[in-house]
């Protein structure tokens, strides 16, 4: 059995205010945060429900406000708070915003908080927060990007979980990103699906993927499901070296010893 440590889970959004804060200033500023979360976690999480609880609440200057995000999917947690990480660095940069134009407005419009009393203004998670001041705004771009884009491909990862609550979905942890894909069977699927649990597999079908890192979020209208064999854990006893060996040679030992005392 392998132990290692456990990965931190990035689930915590953050608002951040510096400057002369007025209490009308900072309600507006909170309004506009809980909403951009709130549709940020109806546009990506769908019927799943992610409750946000108030984890940090500081005054003063700067005013610090957190929220952590509580759901049975820790995965679909992430991809909001990535997509709140998202907006703050296109706000940072005055870059357009990947989201439809209801999140695009409240996001310029929690942009518009600083207005001279107000410094700065820094959104983003603990993780990852971006800096957003009145020239932040000066050339922002107003057009619209997609956040996902679709195309047909191929997915390798480990099924961890197999389920039929919502939907044939069967999640494997991709090997490339190291995060979790919803795949989502047709009905008829069933007994492929159930075989998969715990296997390594390649999976082909429409892929929707992040816009910007290029990670596979979902695989749908799936055509093909193939096993891969897992490697033997001896197999590499039956290395051979790349260098024939004659009586008399230098050791392997020998020979990365003096490359090593070389330098």
Not at 73 to 93: F, H, R, Y
Not at 109 to 125: E, F, H, Q, V, W
Not at 208 to 226: E, H, L
């Amino acid at each position: 059995m392998l132990f290692g440590l456990t990965p931190m889970i990035n689930d915590t959004v953050k608002l951040e205010l510096r400057g002369d804060i007025q209490i009308d200033v900072f309600s507006e500023a909170v309004r506009h945060f809980s909403e951009l979360v709130v549709a940020l976690s109806k546009d990506i999480a769908g019927q799943d429900t992610i409750e946000w609880e108030l984890d940090t609440l500081e005054y003063g200057s700067p005013a610090v406000l957190t929220w952590q995000g509580h759901s049975d999917d820790v995965d679909i947690i992430e991809n909001v708070v990535g997509a709140v990480e998202t907006i703050g660095q296109k706000l940072e940069q005055g870059s357009a915003i990947p989201y439809g134009e209801q999140i695009r407005t409240i996001a310029h419009n929690l942009a518009r908080i600083p207005n001279g009393k107000i410094d700065t203004l820094l959104l983003g998670s603990s993780q990852l927060i971006s800096q957003i001041t009145s020239e932040s705004l000066s050339n922002l771009d107003t057009r619209f990007q997609p956040s996902e884009i679709n195309s047909f491909g191929q997915v390798i990862g480990i099924a961890e979980t197999v389920s039929s609550r919502q939907g044939n979905v069967v999640t494997i942890y991709d090997e490339l990103f190291e995060k979790a894909v919803r795949c989502y069977f047709q009905e008829g699927q069933e007994d492929l699906m159930r075989n998969m649990w715990g296997k390594r597999v390649v999976i082909t079908g429409n892929i929707t993927r992040d816009a910007f890192s290029g990670r596979p979020r979902t695989i749908r209208d799936i055509s093909d499901v193939r096993f891969l064999q897992e490697p033997d854990e001896d197999r590499f006893l039956s290395l051979r070296g790349v260098l024939t060996y004659q009586k008399g040679d230098e050791t392997s030992e020998t020979i990365v010893r003096r490359f090593r005392d070389a330098f």
